[in-house]
DNA sequence: GCTAGTAGGTTTTTT
DNA sequence: ACCTACTAGC
């Protein structure tokens, strides 16, 4: 167990306090922002709207507390949502204090977890080079207990798995408190609890905690060892949480051990142990809970699907008694018109407390929306609106387009590609999941933690040796019965009775990553002295080991094309590595590996990069832009279907919808698409529910809806306009049971009402050879058609406009 | 043990 | 439409 070292003890401050008034930190600031800056007690509450400046007032009470001499930096602990936003706020606490701003804990959850549970590994029975596993390496485990149990046949995959394996972890049940509730008739959950059972003790065996783990372990941490938590109560005496509305039960649970006080006994105790106590202690001896600030906005919980609990702000003035609630309401991001829409959408979702952003700044422009006839149609849209901003001076840096889920970027790129328009994905870079990139990466894995066998058994025949699985398995039965570790196991190949090729390349791989070990052992100096002196940098390690393994040879040397691009990123992987050493001198391999294992997706984005952004929703939050595109608008997509069927599902797509509205600081575009390619299908899409419920006057509509589809048809559907029993004419069994009874009654006098008919051309038929007319495209022949029913396809080769795919009941089209 | 071809599932969001 | 994972044949 590891006492920690606090260079910077308060105790050892001598000067008096200065009296410098905070002025300087509550200048510019509103009643209300400069409220929650000077608020001193042990909690607090501050209700952020959208744009109301919490990161300004977060890092500005970071800095008074700090200025003030209230706090060494050693003593604030500050969790945020990504590493990017806990680079961003390390950054602008700096600004403000200048130098002295070293020694805070900045990070996420995750990050500060793995810092936590690596000092404290030994006690609880871990390595503290721990791999940390990502879902993929979760479902392969997951996936061959499923098989050797036979689980398929009670419906377990790994993937719903997973799920159940995660929402219970989230919740802080284990193994055991999960057995103790097992209904033992029900053949399910008797053979779920075997599979979490030994889920639980592969993890354990490789040393490997999953994403869940890292929170939860470290509140196991905490409660069996009392001392070791009082440590960090004893460190931190300011937490500060950001996005508190996403947190989850086990990150609740974190915050609240760390938040109590330490009792008489213990700080004596921990006194004679030569922890530094007495510039703590109150009048009973013991040291007082840290003061706790949490900063959230339940109109932008957007995690529940991975346990965030709304409750956890809703229910903070009951947990935390006597804590103090600031209201940020002024926005300082939008326009008046962006936060009116804003405002009018999530007022739909019943169940909250009213709050209304407001700007002192105008109304600004209009919202921009667009109907495309397919997601190509709008994907051009964006790309011409995109460069119209161009011209006008708005940096592509600060577009962005946003969507709900990955697919649709497909049709997006490839517009953008064609346009000539510099994009970037976020968080859609795959590049970690490439599996040359996690063979490469599962070597440095199996070099850091020899336990790992999931990692020893991705290498074990990459590249080929000739060793297969009839071999993998006779190694994983002789360690079981030996009881040795895999790795033991490869070590000790020759006894076996394999033949001698094969044995051959068992022990040279076992001798390589032997070797590759070694040259990561600091020298003797700095290993008394705790530093990494003397270890090889971590690129020099994985050059040595892609080189000696063949790996990278295999790659070039191969006959299959695509084989060029996998060894270009396997030398991608390793410049990273070499910029990682570069930036991180004496940082050791286990903290390379961790940092590929923490990044989010936000993390990637580069401020100074000219491109447009895009992104999933989720991944916009806490982001904001000069002018952002809303895509892909319609029933099925936002709200999603699959998150009709759950409780809740429909209100927070409502407030993803918000999210996405209020990252828009001047200009905001919302569009979608009449029909959608889904599984290469191509289906006919309905406006989303939400659109509707912005007022009229505050988006002007380029092509609305009703417009799109007004070209002669004869069923009418006006946006809002209600079919008997069915809302939009999407299933009405799956709304919100509120939405339904308010759309009983159809509000003609509501906004965006669109009047208009859907194209309807019936059952008409056409086949290779007819010729045809369309509205925009003029003439053209049927080359072939394609699909059944309703999304029957004509595939049109047009005189003047080109090829064209069309579906036959929506498209603008009649038989010549 | 390796390779090529096919069948089947897939798209909700992520640390 | 695409990607993965299994199977048949070498």
């Not at 936060?339 to 007022?347: D, M």
């Not at 006057?697 to 009418?716: N, V």
Request: hydrophobic residues 40%; aromatic residues 6%.
């Amino acid at each position: 167990m590891t006492l920690i070292l606090d260079p910077d003890d308060p105790a050892g401050w001598r000067e008096a306090p200065t009296a410098t008034s905070g002025s300087r930190l509550t200048e510019g600031l509103n009643p209300e922002q400069r409220e929650a800056v000077e608020f001193r007690g042990q909690a607090l509450l501050i209700v952020a709207g959208a744009g109301s400046g919490k990161t300004r007032v977060l890092t500005h009470r970071i800095a008074s507390l700090i200025e003030s001499r209230e706090a060494w930096p050693s003593q604030i602990l500050a969790i945020t949502f990504t590493n990017k936003a806990a680079a961003e706020m390390r950054e602008r606490v700096e600004a403000l204090l200048g130098e002295g701003a070293s020694g805070m804990w900045i990070s996420t959850f995750h990050s500060a977890c793995v810092r936590i549970l690596r000092r404290e590994a030994e006690a609880i029975g871990l390595s503290s080079t721990f791999t940390i596993y990502d879902s993929a390496d979760q479902r392969t485990i997951l996936k061959r207990i499923i098989k050797e149990l036979d689980a398929d046949t009670l419906g377990f995959t790994p993937a719903n798995a997973q799920v159940k394996i995660s929402k219970l972890k989230n919740e802080l049940a284990d193994v055991e408190s999960y057995a103790r509730n097992v209904n033992t008739n029900d053949p399910a959950e008797v053979m779920f609890l075997e599979i979490f059972r030994q889920y639980t003790r592969r993890l354990r065996d490789a040393s490997a905690l999953d994403f869940d783990d890292l929170i939860s372990e470290t509140v196991y941490l905490f409660r069996a060892f009392p001392k070791v938590a009082s440590l960090y109560q004893r460190r931190f005496r300011h937490i500060l949480v950001d996005e508190y509305q996403d947190t989850n039960h086990a990150q609740y649970a974190l915050i609240r051990e760390l938040t109590q006080p330490i009792p008489a006994d213990r700080v004596v105790e921990m006194g004679e142990h030569g922890v530094n106590v007495r510039a703590l202690t109150d009048a009973s001896g013991g040291i007082p809970g840290a003061s706790l600030t949490v900063v959230g906005d339940s109109d932008q919980s957007i995690y529940a699907f991975r346990g965030a609990d709304i409750r956890n702000i809703v229910e903070f003035e009951r947990d935390f008694p006597g804590a103090k609630v600031v209201l940020l309401e002024q926005n300082y991001r939008s326009t008046q018109n962006i936060l009116s829409a804003a405002n009018a959408v999530i007022s739909n979702n019943f169940d909250r407390k009213e709050k209304k952003l407001w700007t002192a700044d105008g109304d600004g422009d209009k919202i921009t929306g667009y109907t495309g006839y397919t997601a190509h149609d709008e994907a051009q849209f964006v790309a011409d609106e995109i460069e119209a901003l161009h011209r006008s001076g708005v940096a592509y840096r600060d577009i962005a387009v946003f969507y709900r889920t990955n697919a649709q970027t497909r049709a997006l790129e490839e517009i953008f590609v064609r346009s000539a328009l510099p994009y970037r994905v976020v968080g859609g870079t795959k590049f970690y999941e490439r599996a040359e990139i996690k063979d490469a990466m599962a070597y440095l894995i199996a070099v850091a933690n020899p336990l790992d066998e999931l990692a020893l058994r991705r290498i074990l025949n990459t590249p080929k040796r000739g060793i297969g699985p009839a071999t993998e398995t006779a190694i994983a039965s002789f360690a079981e019965q030996n009881a040795l570790t895999f790795r033991q196991a490869m070590r000790a190949a020759d006894g076996l009775g394999l033949g001698p090729k094969v044995t051959a390349a068992i022990t040279g791989l076992a001798d390589l990553l032997d070797e590759a070990a070694a040259m990561l052992v600091p020298n003797a100096e700095a290993i008394a002295a705790g530093t990494n002196e003397g270890a090889a940098k971590v690129s020099d390690v994985l050059v040595f080991l892609v080189e000696r393994s063949g790996l990278i040879d295999a790659l070039r040397n191969s006959r299959d094309p695509q084989d060029e691009t996998r060894a270009e990123n396997v030398e991608e992987l390793v410049a990273q590595t070499r910029d990682f050493d570069r930036e991180n001198p004496g940082a050791t391999l286990v903290d390379f590996l961790t940092q590929v294992s923490l990044v989010a997706a936000a993390d990637e984005l580069d401020d100074a990069s000219g491109t447009v952004s895009l992104m999933t929703l989720h991944t916009a939050k806490g982001l904001e832009y000069h002018a952002v595109f809303l895509t892909g608008l319609e029933e099925g997509l936002l709200p999603h279907q699959m998150s009709a069927s759950e409780p809740g599902g429909p209100a927070e797509e409502r407030r993803l919808f918000y999210v996405g509205i209020t990252r828009a600081r001047k200009r905001l575009y919302l569009s979608l698409a009449m029909s959608r390619a889904q599984f290469g299908e191509v289906a006919v899409a309905m406006p989303s529910r939400y659109l509707q419920e912005i007022p009229e006057g505050l988006i002007d509509w380029k092509q609305s809806p009703g417009m799109a589809t007004s070209r002669g048809g004869t069923q009418p559907r006006a946006l809002n306009a209600r079919r008997p029993g069915g809302a939009w004419g999407t299933r009405d069994r799956d709304l919100e049971r509120y939405s339904v009874t308010k759309s009983a009654a159809p509000r003609a006098e509501w906004a965006n009402r669109v009047t208009g008919t859907v194209r309807d051309n019936g059952d008409l038929t056409l086949e290779a050879g007819d010729r045809i007319r369309h509205v925009d495209f003029g003439e053209g022949r049927v080359t072939q058609v394609t699909g059944e029913g309703t999304k029957r396809i004509a595939h049109v080769s047009f005189d003047t406009a080109g090829q064209k795919k069309l579906l036959i009941k929506i498209a603008p089209i009649e038989k010549l």
